[in-house]
């Protein structure tokens, strides 16, 4: 059964850093793409972020958050993480986690649709 188990999520003074972590299970972690997203309330779901996880794959970032955010992986920890620098108020939304749900390459990670979806965590960043 696939899982996908977001942490991390917390409250924050704007300026603060925040690290997530999402832990996956139930299907083959190499050569995936795999990304963070968020929803603030009213508002769409957006990407944040995507990693390819094989060796020597690519990153890829929201421009919103280029420069203050890095994704990461751990293939022998079935981990992705999400390291979050600079936090804003407007960064303030439940981020999740998404796998691809078959293996691809790192040039299709940039369009990839998303078929696995953790449940979410709540990050809050106040002015």
């Known amino acids: 059964q696939v899982h996908l188990a977001e942490s991390g999520g917390d409250s924050v003074q704007a300026g603060g850093s925040l690290r997530l972590s999402c832990v996956a299970s139930?299907?083959?972690?190499?050569?995936?793409?795999m990304a963070w997203f968020r929803q603030a309330p009213g508002k769409e779901r957006e990407g944040v972020a995507r990693i390819y996880t094989a060796a020597g794959g690519g990153t890829f970032a929201a421009d919103s958050v280029k420069g203050r955010f890095t994704i990461s992986r751990d293939n022998a920890k079935n981990t992705i993480s999400l390291q979050m620098n600079n936090l804003k108020p407007e960064d303030t939304a439940i981020y999740y986690c998404?796998?691809?749900?078959?293996?691809?390459?790192?040039?299709?990670?940039?369009?990839?649709?998303?078929?696995?979806w953790g449940q979410g965590t709540q990050v809050t960043v106040s002015a």
């Open positions: 139930g299907f083959s972690f190499n050569r995936r793409c």
């Open positions: 998404a796998a691809g749900v078959i293996r691809t390459t790192v040039t299709e990670c940039p369009t990839q649709r998303f078929g696995f």
